[in-house]
């Protein structure tokens, strides 16, 4: 493998991933944003090389089985997502913050995504997201992923969603 | 592609400085890659070889001893330093710099020692260490020496390092009983922008010492004569040190700030963080 080849042309152009985006290149958009050992860093400024031997997570390993994770369905369910070329990358930050914390404080959700840049959104659906995210997290240790019809119109759905499951409702 | 470079991992010092001294043409360290990298891909820097020190166990030391003294590696990721309890109930203005740098992704890799190395006049994790006292070691083939961190920065963008030289660790002294330390940064721009100004200083009550040093106000981080406090009042202390910060800038105009505006409001960020240091109860 050349040296000069980042981690993130590895992942589109190699191993065609292409979830990973690149926006500036320079590690200032946060685009590029994957889990390497379990960390958020921009793919943009890692070798290839500099990865070897280290695990690599990135927005392909969300989904299971065709169903997006509770992350990802709280995006969708927010209105978080616009254009989605920065989602991604906000999605990897968002992983990265609630598995070094459950319970993350409205500070702590800023300080997390403010590597991640948005043109569309305003940045408030996507706070909102990760608040979900988080409180889904911590009612479902196991973050079994939502199925379509678990799901619902109205994000709070997911202030409740270990009751309702209870309920037997869908 | 960043560029065409040779890249090796070395696991210990001494294979890494054999690299650097057998390189045919320019050889660069990468540590965090923060800067380095965007200066490759930039075309501001064109390394034959990248010698890679984030392997090297010595390296990714971040320890207290006994006496209180701390070190930290060259291959230590600020996130590393902020996570650690214990530095930021000791030495809070440390930690208090390396949150204001950039992004969480980029402190996951970005280090200490490679900010000092890269030797920007507004280095963020500069002042508050010279402030403490800090030293930067370093390696070579002809062994090791000790960097007085007040005597590293030469210039804009150079150190005191030697080509082939390693910066290996910092070590910063025990602090005193009771020591505060801050940091304050004006910026345009949280975490996407370098500092306009910054400021950081330690107080030890015991001692009644006062150190400031200054960044983003002369071509290399300033540090300045300590204050001693005594039994001066707080308006006293501040005017000192406004004085003390007035003589020793020479700032220049840039894009982020003008020359004019980085001595108006330095001064502001200075009595602020004296202040702080001041009062009973620590830092900023």
């Known amino acids: 493998m050349p040296s000069g080849l980042t981690l993130l042309e590895f992942l589109r152009e190699r191993l065609y991933l292409t979830g990973t985006k690149e926006g500036c290149g320079i590690g200032e958009c946060g685009a590029c944003t994957v889990l390497l050992d379990g960390k958020p860093v921009t793919a943009c400024l890692v070798l290839a090389v500099e990865a070897d031997g280290c695990s690599v997570e990135t927005v392909e390993g969300e989904a299971t089985d065709g169903q997006l994770s509770v992350l990802q369905r709280v995006f969708v369910e927010t209105g978080a997502v616009q254009c989605g070329f920065c989602t991604p990358g906000m999605i990897m930050s968002a992983r990265g913050l609630l598995r070094r914390n459950q319970n993350p404080s409205d500070d702590e959700i800023v300080e997390a995504m403010a590597g991640n840049l948005c043109r569309c959104t305003g940045y408030e659906a996507i706070l909102e997201a990760v608040r979900l995210a988080a409180v889904a997290v911590v009612a479902r240790p196991k973050a079994e992923p939502l199925t379509r019809e678990t799901g619902s119109e109205d994000s709070r759905f997911l202030r409740g969603a270990e009751s309702t499951r209870k309920d037997g409702r869908r | 592609m960043l560029g065409r470079f040779d890249y090796q991992r070395p696991s210990t010092l001494p294979e890494a400085v054999r690299l650097l001294a057998e390189s045919d043409g320019p050889a660069a360290i990468l540590a965090g890659g923060t800067d380095l990298l965007v200066d490759i891909r930039g075309r501001r820097h064109d390394p034959r070889i990248l010698v890679d020190i984030k392997r090297i166990d010595a390296l990714r030391r971040l320890d207290v001893d006994s006496g209180g003294a701390l070190t930290i590696g060259a291959a230590v990721p600020l996130n590393e330093i902020i996570e650690r309890a214990s530095i930021r ?29 890269n030797a920007s006049p507004a280095a963020d994790m500069a002042p508050i260490l010279l402030a403490l006292g800090a030293d930067l070691m370093a390696w070579s083939a002809r ?58 200083g330690t107080y030890a009550p015991s001692t009644g010492v006062l150190r400031l040093a200054v960044g983003s106000c002369a071509p290399t981080p300033l540090l300045l004569e300590p204050i001693e406090v005594g039994r001066s009042s707080k308006a006293v202390v501040e005017e000192k040190a406004v004085r003390a910060v007035q003589a020793a800038m020479w700032p220049i105009s840039d894009t982020r700030a003008s020359a004019d505006y980085r001595r108006a409001v330095l001064p502001v960020l200075v009595k602020r963080l004296v202040a702080d240091l001041l009062v009973e109860g620590g830092a900023p």
């Open chain 2, 89 to 117: 109930r000791t030495f809070p203005g440390l930690v208090q710099a390396a949150e204001s740098i950039a992004t969480c992704q980029l402190r996951n890799r970005a280090t200490a020692v490679g900010n000092l190395c």
């Open chain 2, 143 to 200: 062994g090791e020496r000790t960097i007085p961190l007040s005597s590293l920065f030469v210039g804009v963008k150079k150190t005191s390092l030697a080509p082939g030289e390693i910066a290996t660790e910092l070590r910063i002294p025990a602090p005193k009983p009771g020591l505060r330390s801050g940091f304050l940064k004006q910026q345009r721009l949280r975490g996407h922008d370098l500092a306009v100004v910054s400021a950081a």
